[in-house]
Nanobody, 117 residues
Framework: QVQLVESGGGLVQPGGSLRLSCAAS????????MGWYRQAPGKQRELVAV?????NPIYVDSVKGRFTISRDKNTVDLQMRSLKPEDTAVYLC?????????????WGQGTQVTVSS
C-alpha cells in the first residue's frame, strides 16, 4: 500500500509565493517519477512539473521561470513564485512507483491553491 500526502496549499495574493510538498510512504522499492498536476474548475487536468529519474525537470510553459520542482528521496516539492490568478487550481501530486512486484501510478488527495486579492 502506497500513499501520497500533500501539504502547503492555501490562499495567496497575486505575486506571492507558496511551497507545496508531497511525501510518499508505504511499500516503495523505487520511485521512477514524481510530479505535480493541477485542475481548475471546468478545465482538464494538466501537468505542471515532473522529475523523472536523473533527468532535468519538465515544466508546462505557463509556469517556466516561476515554479521550481525538487525531489529528495520520497518527497517532491513545488516552489511557486510570482503566482497569478490563473494558477488557481487543485494541485495533485503524482508518482510512478515500483513496489517490488509491479509499477503503478499513484495520486495524492489534492491541495487547493487560490491566488486572489
Amino acid at each position: 500500500q502506497v500513499q501520497l500526502v500533500e501539504s502547503g496549499g492555501g490562499l495567496v495574493q497575486p505575486g506571492g509565493s507558496l511551497r507545496l510538498s508531497c511525501a510518499a510512504s508505504g511499500s516503495i522499492f523505487n520511485i521512477n517519477r514524481m510530479g505535480w498536476y493541477r485542475q481548475a474548475p471546468g478545465k482538464q487536468r494538466e501537468l505542471v512539473a515532473v522529475i523523472t529519474g536523473g533527468l532535468n525537470p519538465i515544466y508546462v510553459d505557463s509556469v517556466k521561470g516561476r515554479f521550481t520542482i525538487s525531489r529528495d528521496k520520497n518527497t517532491v516539492d513545488l516552489q511557486m513564485r510570482s503566482l497569478k490568478p490563473e494558477d488557481t487550481a487543485v494541485y495533485l501530486c503524482n508518482a510512478e512507483i515500483f513496489d517490488g512486484r509491479r509499477v503503478s501510478d499513484y495520486w495524492g488527495q489534492g491541495t487547493q491553491v487560490t491566488v486572489s486579492s
